[in-house]
């Protein structure tokens, strides 16, 4: 079968099984210009045949709109005389196996060869047609035939006029299990076979066609191999279809190539497609404003648009049009569903909360939880059900376990008393440091004390922080920056459920230590922290950490306590550590701890509460702790603590001015303030009005038999009752 049009612009096709039998007409032209003017006139009816069939038979051959779909013959066009002597030259001696049927006089007396085909070979894509083509001029040999082959003229959009046939072996067709031998090697020589189309591995195509079309393909189902038409139940060509990437290539039939689509149905593919990025969709979100994924080492990282792209590209999404249905590609689609399904209000590190999508605590809003601290898991139990006792403790982490021992008990003889009192300040301790790990552990942490934590140099109150109790819950941070000179950047922070302030760091001025104590107070209660980087979004998320203020036991260090009275007493503990130093190599040290690390957490894992220490009811878990010296230093340090030695100092001076009213003194919080400025302006220049009401007010809670806030019935204005002297008993 060839393919006419009557010109060379026309695009309607007529099929024409014999062309040597037809009767044309060609005109005679003085010159090969005019002939070529000619061919190109939409008003000329005359024969320009082509061996290729389109996809739409009776529509020429477009290389996007209407691709090759069978070629029935070769025509190939050589610039060599077509004369008889030629002709016959070449019957008597061919140059290949495969002849050619017939021989074409064009109208500048070149020669054109025919080669017929015994049954049309079939395409997949313009492609594996122009592959083809390449393939039969290697089979052939067409270079030898005869001289000026013109290459260009080797392609399925060519026609050519052809009026004066001669036969050369007119019966002769090239066999069709050659054809499709060549076929297979174009097919090889095809890069993907159809861009966009799913390409679905190959074991899992096996599978679905041993499920529908039960023992149709025999041996291996691999790329590039050659089986029936399995999806024909008439075929029987055992190497009639070729396996690729994305579909069948097919020899015969009406279709070159079938997708697995075609073959197996929608739902298969979309079945397939699912189950590929089912797993990917758990590992991206959106924020509105970045992409996030969650890569091999379980981190979150944030991309725009188009890293994310390339990631997807990357990890094997197709982004060809058609991938996923028409018109959409795989990559679109995945897009569109973590747009919608995978959208969170903002990203933020939720220090031991579950990771990923998760509903934030307060807001109940979504959330990307993007924290990559994890506690240290427990070793598995080495214990009865009863649970591993400090003592028992010995035996599995021997090093923690001498560290603890010493850290608040003396090795030397003490009075049994004192001996008491360390005891219980260490149950204490590791009742704070057992609430703050197991909550960590079962990723629902909850807010807890701040621990102050004192004691000589060269203690290892540092150390301990550092190497044992930061490693449990995922690794401790340095946050003077913020708590003390108030710093807004957070980052760092927030990915951490354990912040230490030293006290090389101690506070310089009344004010700045009043911000500071009260920022503590601060996160104790009110369990939030703002994030803050630069670049990011910024959002409230929950603190439910530990702060833990170290320091020396001079007077120096201990400026960094901070101040505690009746509102604060249960948001502070305050151990101070015993005298003794436990000295120890710091290299072996820490590695025999990190071997431990998993027992200790054990221990804190099954460890009982002792009695007293820990309550359900209570707040924090457990109930606070002031060991009474560092309690003393932290009231006598404070705003407060200054105030009343400046009040006591001015009523000892004045005592002869308050002898009337039997030494009470009643005044508004402003004229109070005016008259201490003028008595003590040095002392004095760090209040304000507003700070010096409050210092007042934390007094009045601990003296409230000398000083007292009264309302005047009459003006229903507040005045301050203060009673001279200022000492306890004194009233």
Request: with cysteine; proline share 6%; aromatic share 12%.
């Amino acid at each position: 079968m060839f393919y006419s049009i009557p010109n060379l612009s026309s695009e309607q096709v007529t099929p024409v099984e014999k062309p040597w039998e037809l009767t044309v007409e060609r005109p005679v032209f003085p010159v090969k210009a005019d002939f070529t003017r000619w061919c190109a006139e939409v008003t000329t009816k005359h024969c320009f045949i082509s061996g290729v069939q389109a996809l739409a038979p009776l529509v020429r051959v477009q290389e996007e709109n209407n691709p090759p779909l069978k070629m029935h013959a070769l025509i190939v066009d050589y610039d060599a005389t077509a004369d008889d002597a030629t002709r016959e030259k070449l019957c008597a001696r061919p140059k290949s196996e495969y002849l050619p049927a017939w021989f074409i006089r064009t109208v500048s007396g070149n020669a054109r060869l025919v080669w017929l085909f015994e049954e049309p070979a079939l395409f997949g894509t313009t492609e594996h047609a122009e592959k083809f083509f390449a393939v039969l001029a290697k089979k052939l040999q067409l270079i030898k035939w005869l001289p000026g082959l013109d290459t260009g003229a080797l392609n399925p959009r060519q026609y050519f006029e052809a009026s004066d046939w001669v036969p050369m072996s007119p019966g002769y067709r090239i066999p069709k299990a050659i054809v499709d031998l060549w076929l297979y090697e174009a097919a090889s020589r095809t890069g993907d076979i159809k861009q966009g189309l799913p390409e679905i591995p190959l074991d899992i195509v096996k599978q679905e066609v041993d499920a529908v079309f039960p023992g149709r393909w025999p041996g291996a189902f691999e790329l590039k191999s050659m089986g029936p038409r399995f999806w024909d139940a008439a075929a029987g060509n055992p190497r009639g279809a070729c396996v690729l990437s994305t579909g069948m290539m097919a020899f015969s039939g009406e279709q070159g190539f079938l997708s697995w689509k075609t073959i197996f149905g929608q739902k298969f593919v979309e079945k397939w497609l699912s189950s590929k990025t089912e797993g990917m969709l758990d590992s991206w979100a959106f924020d509105g404003q970045q992409f996030w994924r969650r890569g091999p080492d379980g981190r979150w990282q944030y991309h725009p648009k188009d890293n994310a792209t390339l990631l997807l590209k990357d990890l094997g999404v197709s982004h060809q049009r058609g991938s996923y249905n028409p018109g959409t590609s795989e990559l679109e689609h995945f897009i569109a569903v973590v747009l919608q399904q995978r959208r969170v209000e903002r990203a933020l590190p939720f220090t031991h909360r579950p990771k990923g999508i998760m509903c934030h605590p307060s807001t109940r809003q979504r959330y990307l939880n993007v924290s990559s601290v994890d506690c240290i898991q427990p070793a598995a139990p080495v214990t009865s059900a009863e649970g591993m006792t400090f003592h028992e403790m010995k035996d599995h982490c021997p090093t923690v376990h001498q560290i603890l021992r010493t850290f608040f008990c003396s090795k030397v003889d003490v009075p049994p008393d004192q001996a008491e009192k360390e005891a219980y300040q260490l149950q204490h301790f590791l009742s704070w440091c057992k609430h703050f790990y197991v909550n960590c552990l079962k990723q629902t942490p909850t807010p807890g004390q701040v621990a102050v934590v004192a004691g000589p140099p060269n203690k290892g109150k540092t150390f301990f922080m550092n190497y044992i109790l930061g490693p449990l819950v995922g690794g401790a941070v340095d946050a003077k920056e913020h708590l003390i000179y108030s710093s807004p950047w957070t980052e760092h922070l927030a990915n951490s459920a354990l912040w230490l302030v030293d006290d090389s760091e101690a506070t310089a001025d009344a004010r700045t230590f009043q911000l500071y104590s009260s920022r503590l107070k601060a996160y104790v209660a009110n369990a939030k922290l703002h994030f803050n980087q630069k670049f990011r979004q910024t959002g409230d998320i929950p603190f439910e950490g530990r702060i833990v203020v170290l320091c020396n036991l001079d007077p120096m260090s201990m400026r960094i306590l901070p101040s505690v009275d009746m509102s604060s007493d249960d948001k502070i503990n305050m151990y101070r550590a015993s005298e003794q130093i436990e000295k120890l190599e710091r290299e072996n040290v820490c590695a025999a701890i990190q071997a431990e690390l998993p027992y200790f957490a054990r221990f804190l894992v099954d460890w009982k509460y002792p009695e007293g220490i820990y309550s359900v009811t209570n707040r924090f878990g457990v109930s606070a702790y002031h060991d009474p010296m560092l309690l003393a230093e932290s009231r006598n340090q404070g705003s407060s603590a200054i105030l009343l030695e400046i009040l006591r100092t001015f009523g000892d001076d004045f005592s002869d001015r308050f002898k009337d009213s039997d030494g009470v003194y009643e005044t508004s919080a402003t004229k109070l303030f005016q008259e201490l400025s003028t008595y003590n302006s040095q002392c004095m220049h760090e209040f304000t009005v507003r700070s010096m009401a409050t210092s007042l007010a934390m007094l009045a809670r601990t003296m409230p038999t000398l000083i007292q806030s009264r309302r005047d019935k009459k003006t229903n204005v507040s005045k301050w009752w203060i009673k001279f002297p200022l000492y306890e008993g004194a009233a």
